[in-house]
């Protein structure tokens, strides 16, 4: 071989080394989560936590109405969206369902308000470039990527026409937003017609989960886990006055302290760590409403008197203090698998309420004393000292009180958000 096909050949061998090695050091980056500058994740921006619509009792669901089914009519559902961008998915949901559901058409356009939409942001959503779907029992879909803008905490209306027969079985019960179900084909359309609202339930969601928004930067994405409190039981509706939403408004506010971040709410009214039935129980939800939510890095949970106030009210399930303990030591351990950052947060006074008594508010008592005292998360939100009655601390602040001693009002759901230390989230 003469000299200069031996350097040719040293040339050859040293760059096959160097793309070999660069192929190494992005494996080694991959492995460790490194993500490409260039490159765009989910990150979710909306998010309601399934439930099975006909497990949930009176009064919650109007016992006078038969089981729903939709049959040849729009589902037109309001979404508030926490982050913003350009680029969308949403999921479908059929979770609990024990027969396929076939969405005919599906579309999602900015909305403007009682129910209309701006027809110019309208876009049909596709489902592996189908525009029909249909989800087997049991089963979970997402859309195709849409392009859509979708401005943080803007609200988009995403319209499902179901032409054949279709029970529902699948929702998220307490939504707290007006909904829309009209006659026939409407999903394309800029406003309703012959549509009625609120067919049962406290405003419901039907069959939808997940609104992603795709996003090149590094987001934070708190995820709230809890029950009607954080579900926003007893604010107003269309207002967006829950605490997680008034949370959201600091977050947004304050994006040059605590950088980009998305607050999504996986609470169900009625939950329980324990006890499946109004939702199912929150140890076996944890991983789908939580770690399972795209781009979660962020939960704050708060959990737990439920089920101290049904073991008053149905001795047959009352749990101990330290059998709810273990449950939220559970979650912890799951979301720190995730590497997740947990924060905990206490649970808020309740004398007063239907399903108050001393036994219970001593569970309570001992619950908070943990959480004051938990090893190994990140930070305590103390909602029951933000909330209590300085002159009995058993008790809501009357100023917070919805009028059910159990749940706050706008005001107090104001109070809970605003008790959250934003620096908490820079660690």
């Known amino acids: 071989m003469n000299r200069s096909a031996l350097a040719e050949r040293r040339r050859f061998f040293a760059n096959v080394w160097r793309w070999v090695a660069g192929l190494s050091l992005t494996a080694a980056v991959a492995a460790c989560g490194g993500v490409d ?138 939504g707290q937003q007006t909904n829309y179900l009209a006659p026939g084909n409407q999903s394309g359309a800029d406003s309703l017609s012959g549509a009625t609202t609120n067919l049962s339930g406290v405003w419901p969601y039907y069959w939808l989960s997940e609104v992603d928004v795709s996003s090149a930067d590094k987001v934070k994405v708190i995820v709230t886990f809890g029950d009607s409190i954080t579900d926003g039981y007893q604010s107003t509706v269309d207002a967006n006055h829950r605490w997680p939403n008034f949370f959201d408004n600091r977050v947004q506010a304050a994006v040059g302290s605590v950088g980009k971040a998305s607050v999504v709410n996986a609470g169900i009214s009625g939950n329980r760590w324990l006890q499946d039935i109004i939702g199912p129980a929150g140890q076996g939800r944890f991983a789908r409403d939580v770690t399972g939510v795209s781009g979660a890095t962020h939960v704050v949970i708060l959990l737990g008197i439920n089920d101290i106030g049904f073991g008053m009210a149905i001795p047959a399930q009352a749990e101990s203090s330290d059998q709810i303990i273990a449950a939220i030591n559970a979650a912890i351990a799951q979301a720190k698998t995730r590497k997740m950052k947990v924060f ?38 103390d909602f029951d000292k933000a909330m209590q009655d300085p002159s009995n601390p058993a008790t809501l602040l009357p100023a917070y ?9 706008d005001v107090g759901y104001q109070a809970m958000a605003n008790a959250i230390d934003l620096n908490l989230l820079n660690r």
């Open 37 to 174: 500058s260039n490159s765009s994740q989910w990150v979710a921006s909306w998010y309601a936590a399934q439930q099975n619509y006909n497990e949930v009792p009176p009064p919650i669901i109007d016992p006078s109405l038969p089981p729903l089914t939709i049959s040849n009519q729009t589902v037109r559902q309001i979404v508030h969206t926490s982050y913003g961008g350009s680029q969308i998915r949403i999921k479908l949901s059929n979770l609990f369902g024990t027969a396929p559901v076939t969405f005919a058409a599906v579309h999602v356009a900015r909305s403007t308000g009682n129910g209309n939409v701006d027809t110019t942001t309208d876009r049909t959503a596709t489902f592996s470039g189908q525009g029909s779907v249909t989800l087997p029992a049991g089963a979970e879909m997402w859309s195709d990527s849409i392009t859509i803008s979708s401005p943080a905490q803007s609200d988009l209306a995403v319209s499902l026409f179901i032409q054949a027969s279709a029970p529902v079985v699948t929702a998220h019960v307490t």
């Open 401 to 409: 009180d919805s009028g059910d001693h159990l749940h706050p009002n």
């Open 344 to 381: 905990l947060a206490t649970l808020l006074p309740y004398q007063g309420a239907d399903y108050f008594d001393a036994v219970g508010e001593t569970k309570r008592q001992a619950i908070n004393a943990y959480i004051r005292s938990a090893s190994g998360i990140d930070g305590v939100i």
